[in-house]
């Protein structure tokens, strides 16, 4: 293996980078360092130089971190994911601090996990998307959002409704405490832009009077397929 001190050329990706092996192995627990241990198999280009096959752009602030200790202040979102991939903690903790990963990562994450089903319900909503699309240029689903148990029993009878005449409908909810229905809204639309789908949505207003003061649980989503 090369000495600690050498020198060494680094093909990230398909951008070139020199730094030494100290460098490299600056926070010995990482899998970064561990690439370059003594019992580690490496990859070499055919020029030579050590080979990782992962986003070069992003590589070039970590290095700067493992060289200055400055924390990169662009691409954070990218940077932290190639942070947690080379398993450089004190680098990953470092973003966690900041506005865009506590955000994304801590404040909606910790709400998320307060949402029964979060995730299996997305799921259910983008299947049923899929499914009403056959043949359509749009495709659109009724979604619920519920923050507490009263709401839930209160919306018993307009979702009854729905199935009843087929209409696709998924329901989240409740979680009882923390943000409101807009909230979790915003989620929901965000995820699923996240994924790569083209979607909008708008309020959903029920047939029957009585249910008035339940609209503003009711969205529809629609989908745009071509």
């Known amino acids: 293996m090369v000495e600690i001190s050498a020198v060494v050329e680094l093909n990230v990706g398909g ?17 970064l360092a561990e ?4 019992s580690a198999k490496v990859y070499l280009d055919a020029e030579g130089r050590f080979f990782i096959d992962r ?16 924390m990169p ?4 979102l990218e940077v932290y994911h190639e942070a947690q991939f080379y398993e450089i903690q004190p680098l990953v ?5 900041t506005p865009q990963i506590f955000g994304e990562q801590v404040a909606r994450k910790q709400f998320l996990l307060r949402v029964p089903g979060y995730g299996e319900n997305l799921e259910v909503l983008l299947r049923l998307a899929r499914a009403e699309a056959v043949g359509m240029r749009t495709s659109r689903v009724v979604v619920c959002v519920v923050r507490t148990d009263e709401e839930a029993a209160q919306c018993g009878d307009a979702l009854n409704n729905l199935e009843a005449k087929k209409v696709p409908v998924v329901r989240f909810g409740p979680w009882n405490v923390g943000p409101d229905i807009e909230d979790l809204l915003y989620c929901v639309e965000k995820d ?19 249910w008035t003061k339940l609209q503003g649980c009711f969205r529809m989503f629609t989908f745009t397929w071509w």
Not at 192 to 210: D, R
């Open 93 to 97: 903790k470092l973003l966690e601090d």
């Open 15 to 31: 951008q070139f980078y020199t730094t030494t092996m100290s460098t490299l192995r600056k926070f010995p627990g990482s899998k």
């Open 55 to 70: 986003p070069g752009t992003y590589f070039s602030p970590i290095l700067d971190y493992l060289r200055t200790g400055h």
């Open 35 to 38: 690439m370059f241990s003594s």
């Open 192 to 210: 699923i832009k996240a994924q790569g789908y083209q979607v909008h949505s708008q309020k959903y207003f029920l047939e029957k009077a009585s």
């Open 73 to 76: 202040t662009e691409n954070i």
